[in-house]
């Protein structure tokens, strides 16, 4: 059995350490993206959208009301009966108002559910990026280190002395450790 390791070489090492480098810097943005995607949904949840149908919800009240009392008018009037167009109006303006008012409720639901449903898979992701940004790195330096120290022994001499024997004057250290 030989008493040295036999390195012949750390390509595999050094293959590995650049495709995880190359994983690293497109995985932690794609992360951060991620993160604002979920940041900017949540405003728009809670912003945007929910003022939309708000306002929306009014104006199409405000219609429903003015197409009410123009079917009240020619109700009241004696000169003649409503049209059906006038009735259509009416019951145009009435669905438009209950379609706003239902995806008013989504919104607020959603506005409500969000965080719960989001918050446990921003968590995994929090810890994923925690990962990529301490322990890969560290995992980089700890294959740089390695690389380095197995190219060290590779291009180290044997040594001269037998294996169990020693050198004269020298302490006898024992059985060299194999790797």
Known sequence: MPE???????????AFRASLIVFLSKARPTLEEVSTDVQRMRGWLEGEQRTYW???????????EEAQAALFSSNMSRL?????????????????????????????????????RVDPLVKQMDKLHTVLAQDMVHAVAFLAQAIRTLD??????PPAAASGTAQPGGPSHGPETKL
């Open 80 to 116: 003649r009966e409503p049209s059906a167009a006038e009735q259509m109006v009416v019951q145009r303006a009435r669905r438009a108002v209950d379609e706003a008012e239902a995806k008013l409720r989504v919104i607020k639901q959603w506005n409500r559910v969000f965080d719960n």
């Open 4 to 14: 040295r390791a036999h390195v012949t070489s750390v390509d595999a090492l050094e």
């Open 152 to 157: 060290a022994y590779a291009e180290a001499a």
């Open 54 to 64: 708000e306002n929306e919800f009014r104006r199409r009240h405000r219609a429903l």
